[in-house]
């Protein structure tokens, strides 16, 4: 029932003359006093039967009221084509079945969650209507036996989600304990059964729901002896939330592996699958991983928001005067470009941006990645399997032979796909990919510990960027301060006598949640090979040894990029620091 027709209930049945207003304060009396709904309050006082009221809010609605005591009985295949739970749960029950379409009395016939789970599970469109909750429990007593009569919580909640604790308030006392780890012990039917059970289909909905409204990156859901911890990855910083009771760890790990399709008998195993789902408006791609651990399964769901992608290179946060740098290297006409960075740190971003930046109908381009995060119209994009022999290198060698011109690789994870790409970058093609390294100069390092000769490397390489994501001040909190000598003195910066410099932070509002960040930016550490550097490179110069030519070659740093994001108010020192260690940039 809309919120504000429970507002003005009495105020309608007032001026429907169908009680009195003397009537209507007795009750609101009566309801301040023990609390309850108003529409009992009335009927409990003999004011109103419960079949006027069901009539009255029926019309209001727009929705049918039907008498159950009156249709007589119903066929046992329109009962039983909706899961005994699910319709005790919502306090429901089919009444008609006709070409495709499933007339269903409920009590709380806005419940859209009921209406879309009985869609889901029937194939067929539903039709609500408006029954007595007395009546739909005496007609579920009558079918599905004494089990139904006492009390399966109405369905809770017209809104997508709910309130958890309204969600776990309808659970009743039931009670779904974690299992031994011996498969004999595992009861499948079980397990089946509490991953659709409906409060937990609501319980999941609602974890992805508000994952995706907070703008998190990543869900992560952790079972520990007595507790069961739900955090969101937002900007990069995980955040506990409200999480679920321990008791029902193994239904949510049983609903999230009925979604992915995965193996809900196997919990001894890693699993990894994905959901496709459509919240908000948006629909969401989601990378799960399920993993064993001491105490159940935690589970982590990676959110793939398409509609958060920006492709334009200008906005990721490169500096003016490095951004004309990498466009040049990505539009060169062969060649190896390199981004690198640990996991979460944009480097599919920056590469998808790269490709939308030089996708045009006269250049074909293939991507093999694992998997394929975001879709980009124009290019050919494959989703590595190794499991059954679809590998980085056998996608590459198959790349070869489909006449490309530009080449993406997910990662460069071994010898095989990195002499495969350096050799596809001398035979003419325009090679993107990225690896696991510390800053740019480490890239070069990384190829040739892999067993890549240093010719190769400096005869296929001509740009590397490494980057990391800073969290932006919140705009809404943003306060400036003045600069302490210690924090000018961790930044390197050296003013001049009497010059002071303003920095600025979040204090924390509504908007940011408190954090003082809302958003994040790339900073970047871009690399253009030049005769020297490659000098270095034949010689087998360190790691060490190579960033310091870089540097004299006018590479700008991570730490240094981060520095100029924080004087002009992007970001504060505390985030660069957190972010950009200074042992990193030595």
């Keep these: 029932m809309p919120e504000s027709m429970k507002k003005r209930l009495g105020e309608m049945l007032v001026d429907e003359g169908i009680i009195t207003e003397e009537q209507l304060q007795e009750a609101l009396h009566e309801q301040k006093i023990k609390g309850g709904r108003l529409e009992k309050i009335l009927i409990s006082q003999g004011y109103v039967t419960q079949d006027v009221i069901m009539a009255f809010v029926g019309t209001q609605l727009g ?25 005790i749960n919502h306090c429901l029950i089919p009444i008609v079945k006709k070409d495709k379409r499933l007339t269903v009395a409920m009590a709380d016939p806005l419940n859209v969650f009921a209406i879309d789970d009985i869609k889901m599970m029937t194939g067929f469109e539903v039709d609500p209507a408006i029954a007595s909750e007395t009546e739909i429990k005496a007609m579920q007593a009558k079918y599905y036996g004494a089990a139904a009569g006492g009390g399966g919580a109405a369905g809770g909640g017209g809104e997508a989600g709910g309130d958890m604790q309204e969600i776990l308030n309808s659970m009743g006392g039931e009670s779904l ?30 974890i992805l729901t508000e994952a995706v409204r907070s703008g998190a990156s990543d869900i992560h859901v952790e079972p520990y002896e007595k507790n069961l911890r739900c955090r969101y990855r937002i900007d990069g910083v995980l955040h506990e939330v409200q999480s679920p009771p321990r008791s029902i760890s193994a239904a949510i790990s049983s609903r999230i592996k009925i979604m992915s399709s995965l193996d809900i008998a196997e919990r001894r195993l890693p699993q990894d699958g994905r959901i496709k789902i459509k919240v908000l408006g948006k629909e969401i791609d989601l990378r799960v991983s399920i993993c064993p651990v001491q105490f159940g399964e935690k589970i982590v769901m990676r959110i793939l928001d398409s509609s958060n992608l920006s492709l334009d290179l200008p906005k990721l946060g490169f500096e003016d005067d490095i951004l004309p740098k990498f466009e040049k290297a990505i539009v060169e006409p062969y060649g190896l470009v390199l981004v690198t960075g640990p996991t979460g740190s944009g480097k599919s971003t920056t590469l998808y941006s790269a490709l939308h930046y030089i996708n ?31 590998t980085f290198a ?11 011109d530009i080449i993406m690789v997910g990662e460069i994870r071994d010898k095989e796909t990195a002499e495969i790409a350096i050799n596809a970058a001398l035979t003419g093609h325009l090679v993107f990919s990225t690896l696991h390294t510390n800053d740019a100069p480490g890239a070069v390092t990384r190829m040739g510990n892999m067993g890549v000769e240093p010719f190769l490397i400096t005869s296929t390489v001509h740009c590397v960027v490494a980057q990391r994501l800073l969290r932006r001040i919140c705009k809404d909190c943003k306060e400036t301060y003045e600069a302490p000598p210690e924090v000018l003195d961790e930044l390197g910066l050296k003013p001049a006598a009497g010059e002071t410099i303003t920095l600025h932070r979040g204090v924390g509002c509504a908007t940011c949640s408190n954090t003082g960040y809302k958003g994040r930016m790339a900073i970047h550490e871009v690399l253009m090979l030049n005769d020297d550097f490659r000098k270095g490179v034949l010689q087998r110069k360190s790691a ?34 957190r972010v950009a260690h200074a042992d990193e940039e030595e």
Excluded: W
């Design 544 to 577: 060490s040894e190579l960033k310091k030519v870089a540097r004299e070659g006018g590479m700008q740093t991570l730490r240094e990029c981060g520095v100029r994001k924080v004087l002009k108010g992007m970001t504060s020192v505390e985030e660069l620091l």
């Design 360 to 390: 045009n109908p006269d250049v074909n381009i293939s991507t093999i990645e694992d998997p394929v995060e975001y879709n980009l119209p124009g290019i050919n994009q494959v989703n590595a399997k190794a499991g059954i022999g679809l």
């Design 177 to 206: 304990e974690v299992m031994e780890e011996k498969a004999e012990d595992i009861d499948i039917s079980k397990l089946e059964a509490a991953g659709e059970d409906a409060p937990v289909v609501r319980l999941v909905n609602l």
């Design 394 to 404: 056998a996608g590459l060698r198959s790349f070869l032979r489909q006449d490309p």
């Design 63 to 87: 929705i049918p009221h039907v008498s159950l005591n009156e249709i007589g009985e119903i066929p046992n295949d329109v009962v039983f084509s909706v899961p005994e739970s699910i319709a």
